[in-house]
């Protein structure tokens, strides 16, 4: 049987869309359905005990795979939580700038823009030009935007929009060197490149379980350097403040303790990380990336446009996004949906349009050569307007 086969994808439809919210396998599928009966089974010993146990065994695996300490990560929904709980307490102030990049997530764009203007700080996107050529002329690019207001570094690992391998590990080296606070938005990377924050050495940085790790949806993490950890408060006061059994610290009550919630897709962690294990991740993620480097031109080609990277392994994971000379990204984007049954997006970042592919183990090459022949089709068609 094939590891498509696993998966719960309406099979009518070609789902080249992995990276907006992830796909979960049966089995890890099961077993979320397995904590949440449990709970409904044994709310009260569920959370007094049972989950809270199990919640401590699915941080310990989750550490062990990102290579930190379990006690510096506390679960979170999504990235946009954590980057909530990071920028509401940084105690900005009008003489502050944090500087980022003109590439990051939409949502998170617009959390630190509210919080800058409600404390006065700025909010500076260097403008990162594309196509990008090399880590080199990032680095030189990026640094420009620092002035000694510069009080932290806000970085995509992979942006969202440009689907791009940004060079976070020498971004993060020059800005301790600097005195800056590093926060890191790895959305796209925990089972996707490899992530081990003992080396990376980022202050602060979050990632999604349920897009390349394969949980069920609203399981993500934060994690927080010991030496900060008390500078941020929760985004929600509940019985982790001033806790009447403290636990190891205030940054694990403040932000674990929040009474009833659904956290069943925190504990699939280990059955995720066995799940990639046992079916050699290693080896399926090397050939979807393969995919990438292979197809990236060619989609390319189409619109007569070209790549906004290196097509190399440096910038580039499972998935790549392709310039699109249109104006309507939603239209291409309906067209695809509702006449070939297509799940891809396309984006518009300022006045570049592009279309993301995501290569994931239930994509096949077949999948990939039916959306170049669509796109082509729609084009001699006459369906959507270049320019």
């Known amino acids: 049987m094939s590891l498509k086969d696993d998966f719960l994808l309406n099979p009518n439809y070609r789902h080249l869309n992995h990276g907006s919210f992830g796909a979960c396998p049966k089995p890890i599928f099961e077993d979320y359905q397995k904590w949440q009966l449990a709970l409904e089974r044994d709310p009260v010993q569920f959370f007094i005990h049972d989950g809270t146990a199990q919640l ?35 105690n900005l102030s009008p003489w502050d700038e944090v500087l980022a990049t003109n590439h990051e997530y939409g949502a998170l764009d617009r959390t630190w823009d509210y919080y800058c203007k409600k404390s006065g700080a700025k909010y500076v996107r260097q403008e990162i030009p594309i196509p990008l050529t ?41 800005a301790k060197e600097l005195g800056l606070i590093t926060i890191v938005d790895g959305a796209h990377v925990p089972g996707h490149i490899p992530l081990d924050l003992s080396k990376l050495k980022a202050d602060i940085y979050t990632g999604a379980c349920h897009k390349w790790m394969l949980t ?18 929760p985004l929600l006061i509940s019985w982790g ?27 699939t962690i280990p059955t995720a990380i066995k799940y990639l294990n046992d079916n050699n991740w290693e080896e399926v993620s090397s050939k979807c990336k393969q995919d990438i480097l ?7 080609d189409i ?48 006045d570049q349009v592009f279309l993301r592919l995501s290569t994931q183990v239930y994509i096949e090459q077949d999948d990939i050569d039916f959306l170049s022949n669509s796109l082509k089709e729609i084009i001699s068609k006459g369906m959507i307007k270049l320019h």
Request: net charge neutral.
């Open 294 to 300: 292979t197809n990236y031109q060619p989609l390319c």
């Open 134 to 174: 090399s880590k080199e002329e990032f680095i030189e690019k990026f640094w420009k935007g620092y002035t000694h207001k510069t009080k932290a570094i806000f970085i995509s690992h992979i942006t969202s929009t440009t689907a791009t391998i940004f060079p976070v590990k020498e971004i993060c080296e020059r």
């Open 303 to 350: 619109f007569e446009t070209n790549p906004i990277v290196p097509v190399t392994s440096e910038f580039l994971g499972q998935i790549c996004s392709v310039p699109v000379p249109i104006n309507d990204p939603l239209q291409l984007k309906t067209i695809l949906y509702n006449d070939y049954k297509i799940e891809i997006p396309v984006f518009k970042l300022r």
């Open 56 to 90: 401590q065994k699915s941080k310990s695996a989750l550490a062990e795979y990102i290579n930190c300490d379990p006690d510096d990560v506390v679960m979170t929904m999504n990235p946009s939580y954590s980057i909530n709980i990071i920028a509401k307490s940084l």
């Open 216 to 233: 069920p949806k609203g399981c993500s993490f934060l994690y927080v350097s010991r030496e900060i950890q008390d500078q941020f408060d």
């Open 241 to 267: 403040y001033n806790a009447d059994t403290p636990g190891k610290s205030k940054f694990l009550d403040y932000h674990q303790l929040q009474g009833t919630r659904d956290y069943s897709a925190f504990l």
